[in-house]
């Protein structure tokens, strides 16, 4: 059997996401379609440092100009790709106290504070973490927003609330908020931010206009990279692959080494469990569960490498594609190396896994499980 493997790889790469599929006449997605029927305004100051979502910019910015903003918006894509900043942006146009072509400025107090998320009439709802690192949005959280809504705005023009990771709210958050969508409050704007619309109930997704962002191309990051932060080529070109897209990731890491070391820490544990025996990987288990908070953010990063491998193992080698590239002479070597099936069942044990933890199941068992399905040495 060297045929096709069972689902499409594309499905696999941060860069070839699922399709975002609209799921309501509102949804509005990077087309070509979408961009080209866009009469073309000016764009405000405040909108031209967003990279890589012209036409949502184009949108948005479109809608403020002809006073057509919708009462709730949904963006949704890969973390820090920028949905937040997206959404701050236009929350900054609805308040700016610029001229209406200049919405926003960037720079007038509105601008400012809504920036540091300190603005009297823009509230940021965000979702707590658990010592195990999962995210919720709990209902008292969504209480204490309407309960704010309902008040008139201080100083600005409208009342702006922007969810983060509205996908983390639990159900009856969720349900609560819904009464808020379905009757906003005048001057009332909603901005939620989720993974994916389907994470997001729908009922929620329904009454949002969704923007549905993709990955920024790998060599725009690069490219931005050497020209607004001034990193040299080698990082610019490491960085933008490892980054997947998300943008914002890429200029932290540059600013903060810790970032980029501890992806360098998370390889090598992989490469320790490869080369481990079986009493080897469940000691290996039994030590990293102890750090449960830990797991995700490596559970990330090793599935990134076994996307890569998947896509060395059943493609042709395109370095354009491969996420790890100071790896890619490594991954190369093993793709021709392992079973391809292995490699398959690997990649899919590292992303059960992930949605395990996630629904809080037993850390050690899911480590096992990964473990043991991964190539022996
Ligand atoms: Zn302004």
Redesign the pocket.
């Known amino acids: 059997m060297q045929g096709k493997p069972a689902y499409s790889l594309r499905s696999f790469s941060p860069r070839c996401p699922l399709s975002y599929s609209p799921t309501t006449h509102h949804s509005f997605h990077d087309s070509p379609t979408h961009a080209t029927i866009l009469p073309m305004t000016p764009l405000a100051p ?1 909108w031209r440092p967003i990279v890589g979502h012209d036409w949502a910019v184009r949108l948005l910015s479109n809608a403020v100009t002809h006073g057509r903003i919708g009462h709730a918006y949904l963006f949704t894509g890969p973390e820090q790709i920028g949905k937040m900043t997206l959404a701050r942006t236009l929350a ?1 146009a609805l ?4 001229g209406p072509d ?11 504070l809504i920036g540091e998320d300190k603005h009297p009439d823009v509230r940021v709802v965000v979702p707590e973490v658990s010592e195990r690192g999962t995210a919720s949005i709990k209902i008292d959280s969504i209480r204490r927003l309407q309960q704010d809504l309902s008040l008139s705005a201080y100083e600005g023009r409208f009342k702006v609330a922007l969810l983060r990771r509205f996908d983390a709210a639990n159900a009856n958050a969720a349900n609560a908020f819904l009464k808020t969508l379905e009757e906003p409050p005048t001057n009332v704007i909603l901005l939620l931010t989720a993974a994916d619309s389907d994470a997001v109930l729908p009922t929620i997704n329904s009454r949002c206009r969704t923007v549905g962002l993709r990955p920024v191309p790998t060599e725009a990051i690069e490219e931005l990279l050497m020209a607004r932060h001034g990193v040299a080529a080698a990082e610019a070109n490491l960085l933008a692959h490892v980054a997947e897209g998300r943008l914002g990731w890429a200029i932290r890491a540059h600013h903060d080494r810790a970032l980029l070391q501890e992806r360098g820490a998370q390889l090598e544990t992989l490469q320790k469990a490869l080369e481990s025996s079986l009493v080897g990987r469940f000691a290996l288990a039994e030590t990293l569960a102890r750090k449960a908070d830990a797991l995700p953010p490596l559970l990330r990063t090793w599935l990134s490498w076994w996307r890569d491998m998947a896509l060395l193992a059943y493609g042709p080698r395109r370095d354009a594609a491969i996420s790890n590239i100071d790896e890619v002479e490594r991954l190369a070597r093993l793709a021709r190396q392992w079973p391809r099936q292995r490699v398959l069942a690997s990649l899919q044990q590292t992303e059960m896994a992930l949605r395990q933890l996630a629904q809080n199941a037993n850390t050690r068992l899911v480590l096992e499980n990964v473990l043991l399905t991964y190539p022996q040495p």
């Open positions: 405040g900054q308040n700016c106290e610029a200049e919405r926003p400025c960037g720079h007038c107090r509105a601008c400012r």
